[in-house]
T-cell receptor, first 116, second 111 residues
Framework: AQSVTQPDIHITVSEGASLELRCNYSYGATPYLFWYVQSPGQGLQLLLKYFSGDTLVQGIKGFEAEFKRSQSSFNLRKPSVHWSDAAEYFC??????????????FGKGTHLIIQP | EAQVTQNPRYLITVTGKKLTVTCSQNMNHEYMSWYRQDPGLGLRQIYYSMNVEVTDKGDVPEGYKVSRKEKRNFPLILESPSPNQTSLYFCASYRVGYGYTFGSGTRLTVV
């Protein structure tokens, strides 16, 4: 079975500083990887996804993530954070079997705090 | 607008009183699923459905039922809710090559 680890429960970053959120996964085949963001009281919004091809993936809101197979990682980055980026971030791995989808396995999330 | 719609957004109920949370998608997706979100645990899959009349258990199915009689709807049924089912619930649908679209969530409190 697949699993996802987000090692940092909380991260505090100053506004304008760079950001990296870590994500490590465990899955026996080529993974399908996602990053979602959840603002307080809101649903989940897809930031970016990796299915195949270029290992550096661009997403919305200026985020990017890099898939590193050798490290089983899919870290999320942003060069300069804004106060509006304060939210909960979830990494997820999708299991595909026979072309169907067995569902997403989520990490426990990283709570991002932005300092003025 | 392509979306997944859940109702209700908020629900307070008493132990043992059957309830249904509805989920509907307008994207003609074959795949739908239900998740629950709890602090410190992230999101965990309850049930999923690959197509009409095809459902399967996720990681935490105990105490829940689902049905998929038509492609657009995937209701979550709690036959006898208990306080440990107090949680935030999300419905999602899936499209090949894109990923998952989530509903806005249903916050359920069982007292």
């Amino acid at each position: 079975a697949q699993s996802v680890t987000q090692p940092d429960i909380h991260i505090t970053v100053s506004e304008g500083a760079s950001l990296e959120l870590r994500c490590n996964y465990s899955y026996g085949a080529t993974p399908y990887l996602f990053w979602y963001v959840q603002s307080p009281g809101q649903g989940l919004q897809l930031l970016l996804k990796y299915f195949s091809g270029d290992t550096l993936v661009q997403g919305i809101k200026g985020f990017e993530a890099e898939f590193k197979r050798s490290q089983s990682s899919f870290n999320l980055r942003k060069p300069s954070v804004h106060w509006s980026d304060a939210a909960e971030y979830f990494c997820a791995v999708g299991a595909w079997s026979g072309g169907g989808a067995d569902g997403l396995t989520f990490g426990k999330g990283t709570h991002l705090i932005i300092q003025p | 607008e392509a979306q997944v719609t859940q109702n209700p957004r908020y629900l307070i109920t008493v132990t043992g009183k059957k309830l249904t949370v509805t989920c509907s998608q307008n994207m003609n997706h074959e795949y739908m699923s239900w998740y629950r979100q709890d602090p410190g645990l992230g999101l965990r899959q309850i049930y999923y459905s690959m197509n009409v009349e095809v459902t399967d258990k996720g990681d935490v199915p105990e105490g829940y039922k689902v049905s998929r009689k038509e492609k657009r709807n995937f209701p979550l049924i709690l036959e006898s809710p208990s306080p440990n089912q107090t949680s935030l619930y999300f419905c999602a649908s899936y499209r090949v090559g894109y990923g998952y679209t989530f509903g806005s969530g249903t916050r359920l409190t069982v007292v």
